[in-house]
């Protein structure tokens, strides 16, 4: 049984509880070495064998560099569990920064995935700041056996021309994941008709975190007031958004219906909206421009119309049947397009998504299974290549 060593931001974080569910699902044996936020789903606790590296900072950068430093003498009296690993996988720089130094530790040097679904914003500043962080990464990117991504625009717009990565990567999108049996994808005839005149449902679902989106969404709501309702569902980033209470309370027509349960709840989330913001706003020409988010896979999954922005990575994805775009991440766009849909167009863009394949929205174990191989293959080098031949 291959074994997994996971270095993780936050043991809580929904994505990672995910991503440890699905290695353990594929048969790995999985060990986290995990951080932990405590702005989050509090009561957590990790149903995987785990090492817990302490608490880190959401927003201070010297804290989390202090949170870090600390971490380093726990992991150490843990490299003998460290060592029993085949294959370490860490998620985003920081615990790249901590798996490297790890891995020195011990013998045999298990295989260094590196998954990254997010550019932080601090490696793609101009500054002096930014030139640190990308010379420490590529520092770290030497060690690196294989490299993740969840958009193919991380390597074309970030990791090949900034940071000259050639090595090994693997394309894994953050489409959903859940155990055969967990959830069941609604029939594509099944949705009741929409009463004539109704409000348009628009859904704003996931990690709500994005300051401009909560600003065009909320200007949206006061330019059509009763013609549409916006549902927010996920968890929020009070420390992005100090005003969300105010803003929701503001509108009459905002409604915030709290966290929900991964998978069980995702039914009726987006049973209860009609289409859904998909686009992050608040990276804009860098992470934003780039990512693909979770929530168009699962928008998609249930039925239910994504809205992104043409010219980014989301927007041209959505463009390909998964709902509509906008020409600016501006408040008059997403008013002009909400104001153009009709119930029949919803309704088609429902039974259209239902239709597809769920492969193309979940994630399968074999395309699990291969990322964690990929970084125990040999490297194919052309140096090898000539040996060969």
């Given amino acids: 049984m291959t074994k997994l060593a996971v270095f993780g931001f936050d043991a809580a974080e929904a994505a990672q509880i995910r991503r440890i569910r699905s290695y353990m699902a594929c048969g790995f044996a999985v060990r986290g070495f995990t951080m932990r936020r405590r702005n989050m789903n509090e009561t957590f606790e990790p149903f995987w064998p785990n090492v817990a590296l302490g608490e880190i900072s959401n927003n201070s950068l010297a804290r989390r560099i202090r949170s870090l430093a600390a971490a380093l003498p726990v992991i150490a009296r843990h490299r003998h569990a460290l060592a029993e690993a085949d294959v370490i996988v860490a998620r985003n720089l920081d615990m790249l920064a901590l798996a490297a130094m790890a891995r020195a530790l011990i013998p045999g040097r298990p295989a260094l995935i590196y998954e990254c679904l997010d550019i932080h914003g601090m490696m793609t500043r101009k500054g002096a700041g930014g030139r640190l962080f990308r010379w420490i990464e590529r520092r770290m990117l030497r060690r690196v056996d294989c490299l993740v991504v969840s958009s193919p625009a991380f390597l074309s717009a970030y990791f ?22 967990a959830v069941t994808r609604p029939d594509p005839g099944s949705q009741p008709p929409r009463p004539e005149g109704a409000p ?14 909560l600003a065009l969404l909320a200007e949206t709501a006061r330019q059509l007031g009763p013609a549409v309702e916006l549902r927010l569902h996920g968890v929020v980033h009070r420390h992005a958004l100090p005003d969300f209470d105010a803003v929701v309370a503001a509108h009459d027509n905002i409604s915030y219906l709290g966290p929900y349960d991964y998978p069980a709840g995702l039914s009726r989330v987006y049973a209860d909206c009609d289409l859904v913001w998909s686009q ?30 043409a010219g980014t990575e989301t927007g041209a994805r959505v463009a390909q049947g998964l709902g509509w775009t906008l020409p600016r991440p501006d408040a ?7 104001r153009a849909l009709s119930a029949g167009d919803l309704r088609a863009a429902r039974r259209a998504l239902l239709e597809r394949p769920e492969s193309a929205f979940r994630l399968t174990d074999t395309e ?9 293959r040999p490297v194919d080098s052309d140096e090898a290549r000539r040996a060969r031949a």
């Fill in 200 to 213: 348009i449902r628009l859904g704003w679902v996931g990690t709500l975190r994005c300051p401009q989106s």
């Fill in 280 to 309: 992050d706003l608040w990276q804009w020409d860098a992470n934003s421009t780039w990512l693909l988010p979770n929530r168009i896979y699962e928008a998609s999954f249930f039925g239910c119309p994504s809205l992104a922005v």
């Fill in 332 to 338: 008059a766009s997403l008013v002009a397009r909400l």
């Fill in 160 to 181: 090949h021309p900034c940071q000259g990565w050639r090595g090994r990567s693997v394309l894994l999108e953050n489409k959903l994941w859940f155990e055969e049996g």
């Fill in 368 to 376: 699990v299974r291969d990322t964690i191989c990929a970084a125990l």
